[in-house]
């Protein structure tokens, strides 16, 4: 997952942080897009997964499972706040530009609280994304056919991996709403988990 992360920055960087985001956090893409600065429990190392994205309009999640308090590896909580403080809501322009645009009438977006956005400060479309990751994992040499889901299934397989967590748990920080879908990513809440603690992610990624 570093090459794509690593390729994306390349390609778009104020877009790498949803394939950390995925990653380590097995947001769907519209959840990833629908993350917000007051979904993020910065103290508590969570997300509370409340709303998605689609075409840049707020909606509502998948399946009920998909709501939940999820615990996080602080590792995805350190690239957040790296994202918010490198890449402001909309991206700076030339003195001229701005001049220009001030005489038309410009006036920013409203802050939505948006983790990621385009660098108008507006919610991310799907087609302009799609761009930006194939792009991205062509530079990667990954394989055309890759997804961006590929990375939540990426997340379910390594918290399996890792032995820490009982498949029942997977599910759950998975988010999955059948056990059948948790078991299928694994062979190729409400708090999600009481009491659960996860620090997967940060020693996979400590280099990256």
């Known amino acids: 997952m570093t090459d794509v992360a690593k390729a994306m920055r390349e390609v778009q960087p104020r877009l790498e942080i949803l394939v950390w985001i995925a990653a380590c956090a097995g947001l769907r893409q519209g959840e990833a897009f629908g993350l917000t600065r007051h979904a993020v429990n910065w103290d508590q190392d969570q997300l509370y997964v409340e709303e998605q994205r689609q075409a840049g309009m707020s909606a509502k999640l998948k399946t009920r499972a998909s709501y939940a308090?999820?615990?996080?590896?602080?590792?995805?909580?350190?690239?957040?706040?790296?994202?918010?403080?490198?890449?402001?809501?909309?991206?700076?322009?030339?003195?001229?530009?701005?001049?220009?645009?001030?005489?038309?009438?410009?006036?920013?977006?409203?802050?939505?609280?948006?983790i990621v956005t385009n660098r108008y400060g507006r919610p991310l479309k799907q087609e302009s994304f799609r761009r930006n990751w194939k792009a991205a994992v062509k530079l990667a040499g990954l394989p055309d056919q890759t997804r961006f889901h590929d990375l939540k299934h990426f997340y379910t397989t390594?918290?399996?991996?890792?032995?820490?967590?009982?498949?029942?748990?997977?599910?759950?920080?998975?988010?999955?709403?059948?056990?059948?879908?948790?078991?299928?990513?694994y062979?190729?809440?409400?708090?999600?988990v009481q009491g659960v603690k996860v620090e997967t992610f940060g020693s996979l990624f400590a280099s990256a």
């Open 69 to 114: 308090t999820l615990p996080v590896d602080h590792f995805l909580i350190m690239r957040l706040k790296e994202h918010i403080a490198t890449f402001p809501q909309v991206a700076p322009v030339c003195a001229e530009w701005e001049r220009q645009r001030t005489a038309k009438g410009y006036a920013p977006p409203p802050d939505e609280g948006l």
């Open 158 to 185: 390594r918290l399996g991996a890792s032995g820490d967590f009982d498949p029942k748990t997977v599910q759950a920080l998975s988010r999955h709403a059948e056990f059948s879908e948790t078991w299928d990513t």
């Open 187 to 192: 062979a190729h809440p409400p708090l999600a």
